[in-house]
């Protein structure tokens, strides 16, 4: 799942986020030894090709971009497991291509843990407990979206409940909504009035106002005024 979230994420849009799911990644419980075929096998390819898994990033500075946090990465001591820097793409040598990029030993203080890097690439932090995992997402200043894969149904309820995420997933690799849910991305992430859609934009730029009132009959009331509280 973590893979297929790599390669359908448009990398344009702002999904590829800080959290569990996509950019980073947070391992509890059980470590792993990463095993890079499954991403080396995704096709990186203009995106009308068929077959493509992974086109092109938005422009040449985006991908200069991208490839200056890879290198920040190994710089200050991540381990890089697969890297796309030198993918060629036959027919598109002149294209902006980056091909799928996975980092282990990741820490907060990386930039390629700090910054968004709008790109193909994965980085990985191990905790180990849950409740490590919550505190270090929550730690965050952006709060788009994020995600759990389990199946403990008391891990996802405390997850969802704890996690300071407008978008959470459960099982989910992109914990984003049909369109006809609001855009609830939170703290930093937060797009102020421009979340809204559909009923809740409307509600947004309402101001409800309660009217309670009580009528009588005519001859009920004294100089046409009926002043009284009895409700009956």
């Not at 990186?44 to 086109?55: F, K, L, S």
């Not at 991908?63 to 796309?84: F, N, P, W, Y």
């Not at 704890?162 to 459960?170: L, S, Y």
């Amino acid at each position: 799942m973590l893979v297929e979230s790599v390669s359908k994420l448009p990398w344009n849009e702002c999904p590829s986020q800080r959290g569990i799911t996509v950019q980073v990644f947070v391992e509890w419980v059980s470590k792993c030894a990463w095993n890079p075929q499954l991403a080396q096998k995704l096709k990186v390819n203009a995106g009308h090709e068929p077959g493509t898994d992974i086109g092109p990033v938005i422009s040449r500075r985006a991908k200069q971009r991208i490839l200056d946090l890879i290198e920040s990465g190994v710089r200050e001591g991540a381990t890089l497991e697969l890297d796309g820097r030198k993918v060629s793409v036959p027919g598109y040598e002149g294209g902006n291509f980056v091909g799928p990029t996975l980092f282990s030993g990741v820490t907060t203080d990386m930039q390629i843990y700090t910054q968004e890097i709008f790109g193909p690439v994965l980085v990985v932090l191990e905790v180990d407990t849950l409740d490590e995992a919550i505190a270090l997402v929550n730690a965050n200043p952006f709060g788009n979206g994020t995600g759990l894969f389990t199946q403990s149904g008391a891990a996802a309820r405390k997850f969802q409940s704890e996690i300071d995420v407008g978008q959470v997933g459960i099982n989910i690799p992109i914990p984003v909504p049909v369109p006809f849910f609001s855009f609830t991305g939170s703290r930093g992430s937060k797009l102020g009035d421009l979340g809204p859609y559909g009923k809740q934009v409307v509600q947004f730029y309402t101001q409800t106002k309660t009217v309670t009132s009580r009528w009588f009959d005519d001859d009920s009331v004294n100089d046409g005024v009926n002043t009284t509280i009895n409700l009956r």
